[in-house]
């Protein structure tokens, strides 16, 4: 996975509109609700034209939503081009690290974001149904990863892939664990999110022993 020190210009700037547009809409929903911002109202608010707007987002509802339809391809092209050495978790905890790394930058988008999402029943299952197709996509990459062939087409009866057990729990732990990292950091900013995440993801590396609790306190 490139590094934003390591992505070119071309690419940089097309997720530097991607991040505008997504917290020009969040921003104006929190302040008149979603359903009363139109595309020209986020797409004056980022400074583009509203043709360039749908470069970015398929729908009015993806900008709320923030979501990154590049997203699950630069993610599952960073675990499949891990080096070999690292184990599927590692493999993904690099490949996700890298893509919040600007996590920081946008503090109070991450925060107003909730905040959508629960005014908003229909952005809230439009998001849930983003990740469920981004963790598919983990799935095969570390199912591949493992060296298991996995048929192009679904093939289960709920018509997702067979990209077995282990893979389809790693992926699905491991957007919980992005989750947990981005909330935890928003309650808590003055902890770099890096480090939050890193310390999720020794967590998840250690199989979620539980913490000794405090000397004279009760677990």
């Known amino acids: 996975m490139e590094s934003g020190a390591a992505l070119g210009l071309r690419e940089r700037k097309k997720r530097a509109t991607r991040a505008a547009l997504g917290e020009a809409a969040v921003r104006l929903a929190v302040e008149h609700g979603a359903e009363n911002v139109t595309v020209e109202m986020i797409s004056e608010a980022a400074g583009v034209s509203p043709r360039t707007f749908f470069n970015y987002f398929a729908s009015h509802d993806d900008a709320f939503a923030m979501i990154d339809a590049d997203l699950g391809p630069r993610v599952t092209r960073a675990v499949l081009a891990a080096p070999a050495a690292l184990s599927p978790l590692e493999a993904l905890r690099a490949a996700l690290a890298a893509e919040l790394a600007d996590v920081e930058s946008q503090s109070e988008v ?12 229909r952005l809230f299952a439009r998001v849930m149904t983003a990740q469920a197709g981004q963790e598919q996509e983990l799935a095969r990459a570390i199912a591949v990863r493992l060296g298991r062939e996995v048929p192009e087409a679904p ?37 770099p999110f890096a480090e939050v995440f890193h310390e999720v993801f020794d967590q998840l590396a250690a199989g979620l022993t539980a913490p000794l609790a405090p000397a004279g306190t009760d677990r």
């Open 110 to 121: 991450w925060t107003l974001l909730p905040v959508v999402l629960d005014r908003s029943p």
């Open 155 to 191: 093939v289960d009866v709920c018509g997702g892939q067979d990209t077995g057990l282990y893979a389809q729990l790693l992926a699905g732990v491991a957007g919980t664990a992005v989750r947990v990292s981005v909330g935890h950091w928003c309650s808590h900013p003055e902890t």
